[in-house]
């Protein structure tokens, strides 16, 4: 799985004043939770650019004062006019405690709906899981090849070794719906057949 390396300082400073510095200076200010304490740490702001611009699910390897941390990201606070990054939150990752990340899906085949006229809608983009940190994955797949037009794939039908899911079992992943001219196909057909 891809990793992102972040060279980070220690932070000594908190509050308000402080961190409106740190922005000044170009850099964001972050917490790591889940470890033995909370690190406050700061970066350069394009340290952050590859792990928070991207759909990518990434592991983040973040270096402070000497310091490694196997983290993955939590949170992100954009400023509201520039959105601009503000803060962000790491989770630590430590093995034997499991831990909830959004992993995205990542749709294989061609629906057998699709390939009849129908067209794929994608309802979910990732699903809520609960796994050991040697578990977490780039993606789940999911295989569309036997979905037919009116037909859905819901989150219990993925089934997934080592994860926990936390989404709600009926929710609807993907569907293969009837588009305008396959139901004016249809309609035409029994007419047809009614004028021989």
Known sequence: MKTVTIEGQLRTGTGKKATRQLR???LVPGVIYGGDKEVNFHAPALAFKPLVYTSDFQLANISVDGKEYRCILKDIQLHTVSDKLNHVDFLQLIDQ???VANIP???TGVAAGVKAGGKLVTKMKSLKVKTLPQYLTENIEVDLTNLEVNENIRVE????DQFEILNSPRIPIASVVMTRQLKQEESAAPAAAAKK
């Open 97 to 99: 405690k499991k831990v």
């Open 105 to 107: 899906l990542k749709f």
């Open 24 to 26: 000044s200076q170009g």
């Open 157 to 160: 039908e993925v089934k997934v």
